[in-house]
Nanobody, 116 residues
């Protein structure tokens, strides 16, 4: 059974930076895709960024140029560096991984709050 443990997040002022990470355990294989979604109060969960095993990245337009996703395949860990944060980035950030076979796995979420 795959488990995802998210760390990081917290409270930061607008313009500041935060980093979150997500370590996947319970699988000896790397995941095809790893990524981050977020959900703000009263809104639907939305894509933030994803990264493939080969390092190909995809970002939401709203975070391009400010956020950077990376991964360590040996550690089955995905990272999200968030710079120039805005109040509208406030949300619960969820880690997700896609194995070669089977359904996606989701983390429990970590709160990111950006004060104005």
């Amino acid at each position: 059974q795959v488990q995802l443990v998210e760390t990081g997040g917290g409270l930061v002022q607008a313009g500041g930076s935060l980093a979150v990470s997500c370590a996947a355990s319970g699988s000896s294989r790397s995941f095809v895709t790893m990524g981050w979604y977020r959900q703000a109060p009263g809104k639907q969960r939305e894509l933030v960024a994803t990264i493939t095993m080969g390092g190909r990245t995809n970002y939401a337009d709203s975070v391009k140029g400010r956020f950077t996703i990376s991964r360590d395949n040996a550690k089955n860990t995905v990272y999200l560096q968030m710079n120039s944060l805005k109040p509208e980035d406030t949300a619960v950030y969820y880690c997700t991984v896609r194995p070669l076979f089977g359904s996606d796995y989701w983390g429990q979420g970590t709160q990111v709050t950006v004060s104005s």
